[in-house]
């Protein structure tokens, strides 16, 4: 009896601290400060606690408040934010549990290559014309690579590694939620309603735009700032989504994994965006040729109902814009693109060693390539827009935009990273001997092509969510290959 009594004895005395604290801060600082400082406390203790619980909560942060979380604006370009912050507590956590515990740095080759990204990349700011702006570019990367090593120290079970996945089907959810609100309510856009409004109206595809009711065609962002953002983000989850659905490990989750993949493909189809497109008949083409999705006489069937009737139940204005011939031959993206395409591609000729410098893609564009039809247009346009600065004009493909500012070290550094992450867990799941065993390596090697076909289109070397996948799938590898190991030392 008395055991049970000194039970709970920390617990009253914890609640006790934190109403006296509360009510101290409520008094200095007013309710609102107060209660923020509070939990911002308690976050503080459970991070330390145990750092995986901010490495999920920094994951979040990026992935679905990092364009409304800035709230303190320093140098152009540079900026803090609510997941900076908590991910600079994650990883004080993990140096301290690390030098305490004593546990070994893990590094595998991989890691190694995206470390050597970076460090092309800063050399590459010698021969940048706007220094700067290259090392606010490779701060960036550097952000990146952090995330990405700490998500692979500190996740030490492929349990730890699942779970970690439906952390990111959260984030999907969120983000996808938030893009099917904003369709009806565009005040809640990331970029602003009139923005986006006037970005719908010009950039939609639509011929009879004097006839568009205000509203009734909205890209939505999510909560990625952007809906070609928000598509890639998307495509990029499907596969490990399609694996949440199918894994015994999930299926106590199994119905809502079902409801975010079909939020998840509502809101790629609300950005109206072509790539998007695209990018799920890749994603989904993969899925089938590796039987993550069963080859059978029904799901053939269903498909080929689902092609029939889709151009029955699809928006008009996605027709519009994703398949008519019209809309291609008004609309300027593919001469802008080709425009854009064409000038990396000259600019990698011309600096084929390390490039015009990390970030400085659209600097040597604005500053070379004004016989180019798009300069002309982007020139008119900044004349009304102040916001739209030389440095915001990109290669649209990812592949190009990196040869362009780091060269043929960068790029063949970059390539080896992206793609040897996935060539990896291809060699993982033709071991495997089970299905099930197949499931994630092939998800995650699916979800990194996906990102990789959509970088075709996008220059999304800084998107934050496939730094994120590949460190699971590369701390997924290191665990699997330890767990080998150890079964054949014992055998």
């Known amino acids: 009896m008395i055991n049970q009594q000194k039970n709970y004895i ?15 801060l409520i008094l200095v600082f007013g309710p609102k400060k107060g209660f923020i400082l ?32 800035k709230f ?3 140098a152009e370009g540079l900026f803090l934010s609510v997941s900076k912050v908590l991910g600079f507590l994650t990883a004080v956590s993990w140096l301290f549990h690390h030098l305490t515990q004593r546990k070994k740095l893990v590094f595998t080759r991989t890691m190694w290559f995206g470390l050597g990204f970076i460090l092309i990349s800063l050399a590459s700011v010698v021969v940048a014309p706007d220094k700067k702006w290259a090392l606010i570019d490779v701060s960036k990367l550097i952000v990146d690579y952090i995330l990405f090593f700490l998500i692979v120290q500190l996740l030490s079970t492929t349990n730890q590694v699942k779970a970690f996945v439906l952390v990111l089907l959260l984030t999907g959810f969120i983000a996808s939620s938030a893009a099917i609100v ?20 010009s950039e939609g595809g639509i011929k009879d735009t004097d006839g568009l009711k205000s509203g009734s065609f909205v890209r939505p962002t999510g ?27 999930f299926k ?33 083409g993969l899925s089938l040729w590796f039987r993550m999705i069963p080859v059978t006489a029904p799901m053939i069937v269903s498909i080929c109902l689902v092609l029939f009737i889709a151009p029955f139940i699809l928006p008009a204005t996605y ?4 398949f008519s011939i019209n809309n291609f ?17 000259d600019m990698f000729s011309k600096n084929p060693i390390i490039g015009v410098g990390a970030g400085n893609y659209g600097i040597v564009f604005m500053r070379d390539y004004s016989h180019t039809e798009t300069h002309e247009m982007i020139s008119l346009l900044q004349a009304n827009d102040s916001t739209m600065s030389d440095h915001s004009q990109a290669a649209h493909n990812m592949y190009v935009e990196v040869s362009s500012e780091t060269g043929i070290f960068g790029i063949t550094i970059f390539l080896t990273f992206l793609f040897g992450a996935a060539r990896s867990m291809y060699k993982l799941q033709q071991r495997a001997n089970l299905q099930e065993l197949k499931l994630l390596p092939t998800a995650f090697m699916i979800s990194i092509l996906g990102f990789g076909f959509m970088g075709i289109f996008q220059h999304a070397q800084l998107q934050k969510v496939w730094w994120i996948v590949i460190a699971l799938s590369v701390a997924f590898y290191h665990l699997t290959q330890q767990q080998s190991k150890l079964t054949s030392e014992t055998a």
């Open 182 to 201: 904003q369709v009806k309510f565009p005040a809640f856009q990331m970029t602003g309603e009139e923005a986006i409004m006037k970005f719908g109206h």
């Open 72 to 74: 303190a604006v320093g």
């Open 10 to 24: 920390l617990p009253i005395v914890v609640v006790t601290l934190s109403a006296l604290l509360l009510s101290t």
């Open 319 to 322: 027709l519009e814009r994703v």
């Open 252 to 284: 106590k989750f199994r119905y809502f994994c079902f409801l975010v993949l079909l939020f998840q493909l509502i809101a790629i189809l609300l950005t109206h965006d072509r790539q998007g497109f695209l990018g799920v008949v890749f994603v989904l």
């Open 38 to 69: 509070v939990a911002g406390l308690f976050i503080v203790y459970f991070i330390f606690r145990d750092p995986r619980i901010g490495l999920a909560l920094t994951i979040i942060a990026i992935l679905n408040f990092g364009v409304k979380g």
């Open 329 to 345: 031959k008004k609309s300027a993206t593919l001469t802008t693109r080709w425009d854009f395409l064409m000038a990396g591609l």
């Open 223 to 249: 909560t990625l700032g952007h809906p070609n953002w928000l598509s890639v983000f998307l495509v990029t989850l499907l596969p490990l989504t399609l694996y949440c659905t199918k894994s015994p490990d």
